[in-house]
């Protein structure tokens, strides 16, 4: 009989994101700094044939969906094999889900064969529609790119296609209205991050955030937002604008957290599990894996993860340590 994968604050966990590279082709600055961050030595990094043993290990033990993210996971040349190979695991619900978040701009090459590989859904980072911009944002010129990527994801049938925005003080904190009403003319669902002190810079200050309540009352100014019941555990609480079908979320991290509803598990690109994304401790899955292979032994240092899980993040806590690794060495 499998264990469920259940923490000691009663919490079922189901959700598994990788971080498949540390690597990114932008620097947005609410997640790197300029001059990037140490990279994770190659030899560190799991290879595809670890990587799908130990995710079919994790669905044996009762993971039903996987996330890919970064970095910059289409920056990682297996990734098509990647979401084959998930996509091909029977989980405890049926066939494992999985999804992918990106700042797109490879989906013009890869938008297709992902699709044909198996992989459900997108969620695509745009924080705004003005070139110039982007570019201070991200610090590299990559608007038209990411684009392009967009327009492939929903061309390949990703629908409907979920764009991330995370809005920063006097870059793009004016433009929550312009970026819904693109998304509504396109299909495609928003959903506003709040910024999480997660940046590789350590920059983020509180006082300087934008939060959900600040992002919904700009909303309301131009649309009717009715929340949508049942977000289970869903990191966006999510709104039907003037009346529906179309939605807006918001993720508020920070200022209203949902550590209570948590059903995620976090592996990062050299094999460390972790219970959260600000955990201050890892365990190590790359050692074993690389040892004797014993896939009971992977399976109790996944629920001994799980057993130091705590209640919440701690983010709103004096005493509030910034986890070690950044936010493109964890994964979001
Ligand atoms: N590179 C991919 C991308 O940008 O979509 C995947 C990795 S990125 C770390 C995943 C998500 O985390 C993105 O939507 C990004 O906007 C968000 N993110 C990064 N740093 C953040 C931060 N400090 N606070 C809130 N969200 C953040
Ligand atoms: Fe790269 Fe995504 Fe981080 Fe931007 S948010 S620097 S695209 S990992």
Known sequence: MTRPLMDTHGRLHRDLR????DKCNLRCTYCMPAEGVPLLPKQE????EELLRVVGIAVDAGVEEVRLTGGEPLLRPDVVDIVAGISAMEGGAGPVEVSMTTNA?????????LRRAGLSRVNISLDTLDPDRFKQMSRRDRFEDTMAGIDAADEA??????????????FNDDEPVELLRWALRRGFELRFIEQMPL?????????TMITGAQILAKLRTEFTLTEVPGRGAAPAELFHVDGGPARVGVIASVTMPFCGACDRLRLTADGQLRSCLFARGETDL????????????IVDLIHSCLAGKRPGHGINEPGFLQPPRPMSAIGG
Request: hydrophobic share 30%.
């Open 286 to 297: 790359r050692s074993p894996l690389r040892g004797n292979d014993d896939p009971d032994e």
């Open 45 to 48: 990094l799991l290879t595809t």
């Open 157 to 170: 049938g990703f629908h409907p296609v979920k764009i991330n925005t995370v809005l920063m003080p006097g």
């Open 18 to 21: 990788i971080s498949l590279t």
């Open 105 to 113: 701009i490879r989906l013009p090459k890869l938008a297709e064969p």
């Open 199 to 207: 940046d590789g810079g350590h920059e983020w200050q509180r006082s």
